[in-house]
């Protein structure tokens, strides 16, 4: 309980964080990037939320099924733009994967020197 408690009072900080702002950024992603500031400073230590962290990635596969029902109800709305959605799926997955693969590149190397 105190897990999931931590984890949805950082969530809640994020959207709140936005509501405050009056942005159209994400709360969610607010409360990942607060998460992650949190566990660099070493203010969350991640033994405090390990078990329900791993709850949430084993699901993580379900919190997919909205935004794919959301693409097959609006699918008319693509009418005429496939060539550009796949070329942009295809380039922002390319890019996704470099910066990654890049960014374990370095912090591999970091950690052994």
Known sequence: MKEMAIVF???IAGELFVIGLE?????SVVGMLLLLSLLHL???K????????????AYMPLFFIPAGVSVMV???LMDGFYWQII????FSTMI???????????L?????S
């Open 108 to 112: 591999v190397h970091r950690e052994r």
């Open 74 to 76: 609006t699918y008319t």
């Open 87 to 90: 070329l942009i799926t295809v």
């Open 96 to 106: 996704v994967m470099s910066v990654t693969a890049l960014s374990v590149q370095y």
């Open 46 to 57: 991640v033994d405090h939320i390990r078990m329900v962290s791993s709850v949430l990635l």
């Open 9 to 11: 009072s950082i969530y």
């Open 42 to 44: 070493g203010w969350v």
């Open 23 to 27: 942005s159209d950024f994400p709360g």
